[in-house]
């Protein structure tokens, strides 16, 4: 008896040791608690950041270049401005204004490649950056060694709106991102100016998968053409006024070369304050730092 007994427990041990090993198998197959990852619809208060206030809005349009960061293990698995926990493998972005969740194209503008991301988060937090993805993200957009990458960043409306009304309606819609599903970019990239809109395949945007009420980007890399001539400027400031505009190129007149262009935007005329053209995103970060000291506080990087 006393050694049936004894069998029986260790069975009973080695039964229990085998389920544990599976379950902490697939805790880490699972990657994060399913029940965390659910995110809010969220667009958020005014904040302010070194100075600089941030007025968060819904966007359909928006359309902006600049320069893209990444951010990654340190962050992972903390939960993101609406709720998620971010992971480092998946197609996300932060944002400082854009309604979270939302799809924008992130194209780079040093090699064409493009890809989709799911803006969940806020941020980045320097002054001289526009998006920061993930660090999934930032390898597809071959940046992630350089850290940085001159982007072009398009907020996809119908996307946009589809997944806002999941998220408020509480459907999941935030899963894994599966693996890639197109073959990599060709290089080199063509040489021709930068045309709109956003990359198709095969004749149709492939941006968005949904699946049971999931939507998530897929981890698709397209091509794009680009401009070998782009440059980097600050836009120190945009004025319906001459008088304003000049009145502000003079006081950076000791910074670098600036000028004053005229721009219209919707039948409006802007005259934008610009410093440069400037060699190097280091250089521009400097730059944009002493415009910022010398009154601009509006002052941004942007590439052209």
């Known amino acids: 008896m006393n050694m049936r007994f004894g069998l029986l427990a260790i069975m009973l041990l080695v039964l229990a040791g085998c389920s544990e ?8 197959k699972g990657g994060l608690p399913q029940g965390d990852e659910l995110g809010n619809y969220k667009v958020g208060k005014p904040y302010q950041i070194e100075g ?6 819904e966007s359909y349009s928006y359309d902006e270049t600049g320069v893209a960061s990444w951010y990654g293990p340190g962050f992972h698995g903390k939960k993101t401005a609406n709720g998620e926990r971010f992971n480092t493998n998946e197609m996300t972005a932060a944002h400082r204004t854009l309604q979270m969740p939302s799809f924008v194209r992130v194209t780079n503008l040093d090699n064409g490649r493009s890809v989709v991301v799911r ?13 920061d993805v993930s660090q999934k993200a930032a390898e597809l957009l071959d940046f992630k060694r350089k850290g940085t990458a001159l982007v072009r960043v398009t907020v996809l409306p119908e996307e946009s709106r589809q997944v806002a009304v999941a998220a408020q309606q509480g459907k999941r819609w935030h899963g894994d991102t599966p693996a890639p599903t197109a073959a990599p970019v060709r290089q080199p990239v063509q040489a021709v100016a930068l045309v709109d809109p956003m990359p198709v395949e095969n004749g149709t945007p492939v941006p968005v998968h949904v699946k049971s009420g999931e939507y998530y980007p897929d981890a698709v890399v397209s091509e794009v053409p680009v401009s070998p001539d782009r440059k980097i400027y600050i836009q120190a400031g945009s004025f319906s006024t001459a008088e304003n505009a000049y009145r502000l190129n003079g006081q950076l ?3 670098g070369r600036s000028s004053v262009t005229v721009a219209t935007v919707n039948g409006q005329s802007f005259h934008r ?4 053209p400037i060699a190097s995103v280091p ?5 944009l730092g002493r415009v910022i000291a010398a009154g601009a506080k509006e002052a941004r990087i942007i590439v052209d």
């Open 253 to 255: 007149a000791n910074i």
């Open 21 to 28: 090993m599976r379950l902490g198998a697939e805790a880490v």
């Open 283 to 287: 250089e521009a970060d400097q730059i």
């Open 52 to 57: 600089k206030w941030y007025t968060p809005q």
């Open 119 to 131: 803006v969940n988060d806020r941020g980045p937090y320097a002054r001289g950056r526009i998006i």
């Open 273 to 276: 304050v610009r410093v440069g």
